[in-house]
């Protein structure tokens, strides 16, 4: 779940890949992860926790537009996705 190698298999959603992933689970580590659209748009997840080995993921939305405009984009389909391809590599490494 947390190797870099492995993360890019489950965690974006296809048909995005991952082009590059950082995971450092010390404290203080580093989590960096670079997915790319079929389009060839990239979107970067980056989180320096402080003190913790504990990563957290929270999305702050400022108007119910925003919360439709990502619904739109497919975001709710891909964190199932992403679901549903962690358990086919654990089921099939």
């Not at 995005?16 to 450092?24: L, P, Q, R, Y």
Request: charged fraction near 25%.
């Amino acid at each position: 779940m947390n190797r870099p190698e492995l993360l890019g298999k489950w965690f974006t959603p296809k048909p995005w890949t991952t082009i590059s992933c950082e995971i450092d689970l010390r404290a203080r580590g580093l989590y960096k992860t670079t997915m790319r659209s079929p389009e060839g748009q990239d979107l970067t997840l980056e989180t320096s926790p402080s003190g913790m080995i504990r990563y957290t993921a929270r999305a702050v939305y400022w108007s119910a537009e925003a919360i439709g405009k990502q619904a739109a984009m497919g975001f709710p389909e891909g964190w199932g996705a992403a679901s549903d391809q962690f358990v086919k590599l654990v089921k099939n490494p």
